[in-house]
């Protein structure tokens, strides 16, 4: 199988027209991206890393990380992406190779040397396809190990789509990071970097106005920190068509809250899971949370059971390395989101994982609903809902609150419980409150809870 993707880079490459990538604020065209793929190749040939070799890359979007990567999908190996080196994950994974590209786009390479025994890379290797290990949050458990058929996983990217200038905020080892990616180099778009230690949104609306990023691909999280921080007053955005959000559910405050300050951009619902890759969707308009998924055309459907997304996709996870399969006979995976449909019954409102909910007496809480009225209340700068067993109502409500100012704990408990009257019902309303200096949310800007 030739790569349909070094063809496409290859067309844009001979019209020369926009970088491939701005990495440190420096730019690599197309040509240069495929040179350096080219002389990968060569280095993989010469120490044997071929079909069904499996070999973990740290990195991020860097030139040479990302003309590593597409040389490990043309030579079919099976690449492990990771943010950081990790043995338990290369073990788990049975890396036998390991590539390490730093900040300085400089690349090491050791050689873990696990055994390649698990029965998913032989079928995938016997059917000569290229492989892609990525691995779950990790934030309820044990990372899970996912394997993907790379070829299929980008083969909704074969017809280009408007070419643009991309932040790339969402991370390397992550599948909408990926997804951000191999979007835009499809398209023959440009993808400006963002180095991994400086995400703030102070620098990330800085990166926007100095290379005058079309497309924000980024976190609810996230965003409420950019509205917090003020950061889009100080620096012009007025090159933002469109943000596009996903990874967690989106507080109604949040999003209302951008639409007033940022009402000439398009803000989009994304939907995607580290299993199934990312659906093509369409948001009702800019400021509703209501979204539809694109139809069976672009390789996805999709069935609500019991109030429960289910997706069938053609690029769907090969399955688990180290867990069950979640499947069902006819190939329909259980997301496990709670969502709900509106009265046309086209379009659906995403709740929230069915494992966060909060059973108070028989009384549903999602925390993404108390969270965004939570957000509402002076000198909150974030706060995080979860539940909490009890022996009388089953489960209760907790808060972890992080504030802009510090206050006294019994002031502020006094404060929210005026403040939730008339805006949660009593069921809603957290019982346990905390107040923490620490981020609410890991690397990749989604709600720790």
């Known amino acids: 199988m030739s790569f349909w993707l070094c063809e496409r880079l290859a067309q844009w490459a001979q019209e020369g027209d926009a970088p491939a990538l701005i990495w440190h604020d420096q730019p690599t065209g197309y040509a240069d991206l495929l040179a ?3 002389q990968w190749e060569e280095t993989l040939k010469q120490r ?4 069904g070799s499996v070999v973990g890359l740290v990195g991020s979007f860097s030139p040479s990380a990302c003309a590593l990567l597409l040389a490990l999908i043309a030579q079919r ?3 492990v992406v990771l943010a950081a080196p990790s043995p ?9 190779w390991l590539f390490c590209v730093d900040e300085k786009d400089g690349v090491t390479l050791t050689e873990p040397g696990h055994a390649r025994t698990h029965r998913l890379y032989e079928e995938l290797i016997a059917q000569d396809r290229p492989g892609l290990v990525i691995f779950s949050s990790g934030s309820s458990g044990t990372p899970k190990a996912i394997l993907h058929d790379f070829e299929a996983l980008l083969a909704k990217f074969q017809t280009p789509r408007q070419r643009k200038m991309t932040l790339g905020f969402l991370l390397f080892d992550h599948i909408g990071g990926l997804d951000t990616l191999f979007g835009t180099l499809a398209s023959g778009g440009t993808l400006v970097a963002t180095q991994r230690d400086r995400r703030d949104p102070e620098a990330v609306c800085a990166a926007i106005a100095r290379h005058k990023v079309h497309t924000l691909p980024t976190s609810p999280t996230f965003l409420n920190l950019v509205l917090l921080s003020e950061a889009y007053v100080r620096h012009d955005l007025s090159s933002l ?3 596009t959000y996903g990874t967690e559910p989106m507080p109604e405050r949040t999003l209302t809250r951008l639409h007033e300050v940022l009402p000439g951009v398009a803000l989009v619902q994304t939907y995607g899971l580290s299993e199934l890759g990312v659906l ?3 948001s009702k308009d800019s400021g509703s949370l209501w979204v539809r998924f694109a139809d069976r055309d672009t390789g996805f459907e999709t069935q609500i059971r019991g109030g429960v997304l289910w997706v069938r996709s053609a690029s769907a996870m090969r399955g688990y390395l180290n867990a069950p399969e979640l499947f069902d006979p006819d190939g329909w995976l259980n997301t496990q989101d709670a969502v709900e449909l509106d009265e046309s019954g086209e379009y659906l409102r995403i709740l929230g994982r069915v494992t966060d909910l909060i059973n108070v007496g028989g009384q549903k809480v999602y925390p ?9 209340l002076g000198n909150v700068r974030d706060v995080a809902v979860a539940g909490e067993a009890n022996l009388l109502t089953g489960q209760i409500v907790t808060a972890r609150f992080q504030l802009c100012q510090p206050e006294e704990l019994t002031a502020f408990k006094r404060r929210l419980r005026t403040f939730c009257q008339g805006r949660l019902a009593p069921y809603q309303t957290p019982v346990r409150i905390t107040l ?6 890991g690397a990749r800007f989604k709600k720790l809870r």
């Open 280 to 282: 093509r969707s369409r």
């Open 368 to 376: 993404t609903e108390v969270e965004s009225v939570l957000l509402e």
């Open 88 to 96: 338990a994950l290369l073990e788990l994974a049975e890396a036998q």
């Open 241 to 243: 068509a469109v943000i």
């Open 36 to 38: 350096q793929m080219a």
């Open 77 to 79: 190996a099976i690449t």
């Open 48 to 51: 044997g890393i071929g079909t």
């Open 436 to 441: 923490t200096e620490e981020a609410l949310h």
